[in-house]
């Protein structure tokens, strides 16, 4: 029985890190307990702000913190499997996965598989279904208030220029990053079922507008629900010269749900009741020390996790809802691949995204002492 606080440790220091980091600190029963990246200059940064030991191997930081009860794998995204299945299989840790969690499908399989042999449990990071407003339609659509979906409409509208991409060699590839829609897109992936439910239909273009990088910065698709809804999705990092707005509409048979803002966070429209518009919709613009379209929802995960420890609360992302997400993920690929309409329900994957690139790989990988 793992006991609180939980001991977490961070596996890469990047930009989200130090959100993970406050995230920690405001939740009861959990505990910064070590960081770790191949970066000495970030790790030492993070340990030395937050008073924990600080690791550029994260073997050598298992070893030398034995009481970490779980790993939070932030590391670039096609590497989330390799340094997530080493962190289980030799270290018998827990896992928090940030998003896209695994680039592929089988990815997921494997890695739930390893983690249930040791009787441990990974936690996927989807921190937009936390925000206010997501809560309230989430809750209005299960409740009735907006009658049966007819729409539902998602568009993201973000700043990602080319020293963006140069920042590391993993950014803008299709096997350890994807484009738009893998690396900031993926939440409102998410959403497009959390709240619309499964999509059974997708016919998506996919373009390179606004960068020097081999995947897509712009994406458009339409989509078929299997309830009869229909849907449509605007993806973008070549906006210019800001992030604008990350939104998304539901047209009911009994009324209209809209979100807006920077990152899904404001309720501004609400037919069956105006007034609760202010009442769900957070300001993210205030946030310090990271970027506003990381919200607050990782605060609320934090406690989840917690909870699930504490009083053996569900932890509200299963694996077959993150298999859900990562299939829709790939529809998207497969269709701009293949030129037309594609069945999300179907084994087949992208042959672009989450591709073995061990150039790329080695450059992130970490040896045992």
């Not at 409740?143 to 998602?154: N, Q, Y």
């Not at 950014?171 to 999509?199: A, F, K, P």
């Not at 998304?248 to 048979?253: D, K, N, T």
Request: proline residues 4%; contains cysteine.
């Amino acid at each position: 029985m793992t006991k609180l606080p939980l001991k977490i440790a961070l596996i890469g220091c990047g930009r989200i890190a130090g959100h993970h980091c406050q995230s920690i600190g405001q939740v009861d029963g959990v505990e910064l307990a070590a960081v770790c990246d191949l970066d000495v200059a970030k790790a030492k940064a993070y340990g030395d702000q937050f008073s924990v030991p600080y690791f550029t191997n994260y073997h050598e930081m298992f070893q030398a913190v034995p009481e970490i009860d779980i790993a939070a794998v932030i590391t670039p995204s096609g590497m989330h499997f390799e340094h997530g299945t080493e962190a289980i299989e030799h270290y018998k840790k827990h896992l928090i996965m940030e998003k896209p969690m695994f680039m592929r499908p089988e990815q997921l399989h494997t890695a739930y598989g390893a983690a249930d042999k040791q009787g441990l449990h990974i936690f996927p990071v989807f921190q937009n279904r936390n925000n206010k407003a997501v809560r309230r339609v989430r809750k209005a659509l299960a409740a009735g208030e907006l009658g049966d979906i007819r729409i539902v409409s998602v568009r993201v509208r973000w700043c990602r220029p080319q020293r963006y991409y140069d920042m590391a060699p993993w950014r803008g590839t299709y096997s350890h990053d994807g484009g738009c829609l893998t690396n900031q897109g993926i939440h409102h992936v998410d959403l497009l079922r959390h709240l619309g439910g499964e999509v059974e239909r997708i016919n998506a273009t996919m373009r390179t507008l606004g960068a020097d990088i081999e995947v897509e910065d712009a994406l458009v698709a339409t989509l078929a629900y299997k309830s009869g809804a229909i849907g449509n999705l605007e993806v973008t990092t070549a906006a210019r010269p800001d992030d604008f707005e990350a939104s998304l509409s539901i047209v009911g048979s009994e009324g209209l749900a809209q979100i807006g803002g920077i990152a899904v966070n404001e309720l501004q429209v609400f037919t069956p009741d105006p007034s609760e518009c202010a009442a769900n919709s957070e300001d993210f613009v205030g946030i310090k020390g990271h970027g506003a379209v990381y919200g607050y929802g990782h605060t609320d995960m934090y406690s989840d996790i917690a909870a699930f420890f504490r009083d053996a609360s569900p932890y509200p992302v299963d694996r077959n809802d993150c298999l859900g997400t990562l299939k829709l993920l790939h529809a998207f690929y497969r269709s701009d691949e293949a030129g037309g309409w594609v069945n999300v329900d179907s084994d087949e994957q992208s042959v672009r995204l989450g591709r073995e690139n061990d150039e790329v790989s080695n450059l992130y990988r970490t040896p045992a002492p």
